[in-house]
């Protein structure tokens, strides 16, 4: 069985509307913790004495 993406739209659609749209929900929440992970690190404002 040879299944195109194409195929899986409906399915996808579905689950979106009835869940929400987990895996941007779930991407967005990684980029946003990258971004406060980068700035909890960043030490370029960190004089020495």
Same mark, same amino acid.
């Given at each position: 069985?040879? !299944? $195109?993406?194409?195929?899986?739209? *409906? @399915?996808? %659609?579905? +689950? /979106?509307?009835?869940?929400? %749209? /987990? *895996? ?8 946003? @913790?990258?971004? $406060?992970? !980068?700035? !909890? +690190?960043?030490?370029?404002? /960190?004089?020495?004495?």
């Amino acid at each position: 069985m040879n !299944a $195109e993406k194409s195929d899986f739209v *409906p @399915i996808y %659609d579905s +689950l /979106v509307a009835e869940h929400g %749209d /987990v *895996p941007a929900e779930a991407r967005e929440a990684a980029e946003e @913790i990258q971004r $406060e992970a !980068a700035e !909890a +690190l960043d030490w370029s404002t /960190v004089r020495g004495g």
